[in-house]
Each structure stands twice: as C-alpha cells, then as structure tokens.
C-alpha cells in the first residue's frame, strides 16, 4: 500500500509563498504525479500534474504562481506556491494521477492578512 505524505502548508499573507512536499512510499519512477486541492464545501480539484518526463500542465487559476517539480531519486514531488490569493487556501494533497491511490492526509494552506 502506498502511502503518500504531504507537508509544507501553513498560514501565509496574500502575495506570500509557500513551498509544499509530498513524499511517497513507493517509487515514483514512471508514475504520472499530480497535486490537488479541496477548499471547505466545495470538491477537490486538480491543480498541478507533472508527466514522468516532466512536462507540467496547471489550473488557470494558478498559472504563473504554481510550479510543480519532482525529484524522482527520493519519491517526492514539491508544489512552490507564489503570490498566493486567498482563494487558494484548501487542504493540499497529491496523488498518482492516471492510477490514484490511497489519499493522504493533506497539508492545510491558509492564505489569510
């Protein structure tokens, strides 16, 4: 069972950054891997994915704030999060994007002056 652990979030000022971590259990080698977000009473949502050769595609919303990274030798993947807008507070997770796993717990983001 692979297990996913996400780290990073915290309370953060609009137009301040945030650099989230997520480290998997497993390897990550050939895996198709994505970041999410679910803001209270709304669904969760795809925000970032990166392809195993490291192409990256974005939401919108996020484009030109969020960078999506992966360091493949450690099972990890990372979300550097800039200019960050109160809309952007949820709860922050990642996942195998074309096979998903187990969820993990997340990390809360909380973009509030």
């Known amino acids: 069972q692979v297990q996913l652990v996400e780290s990073g979030g915290g309370l953060v000022q609009p137009g301040g950054s945030l650099r989230l971590s997520c480290t998997v259990s497993?390897?990550?080698?050939?895996?198709?891997m994505a970041w999410y977000r679910q803001a209270p009473g709304k669904q969760r949502e795809l925000v970032a994915r990166?392809?195993?050769?490291?192409?990256?595609d974005y939401l919108d919303s996020v484009k030109g704030r969020f960078t999506i990274s992966r360091e493949n030798i450690k099972g990890a993947v990372y979300l550097q999060m800039d200019s960050l807008k109160p809309d952007d507070a949820a709860v922050y997770y990642c996942n195998n994007y074309a096979d998903t796993w187990a969820w993990g717990q997340g990390t809360q983001v909380t973009v509030s002056s």
């Open positions: 497993g390897t990550i080698f050939g895996i198709y």
């Open positions: 990166i392809t195993t050769d490291k192409e990256t």
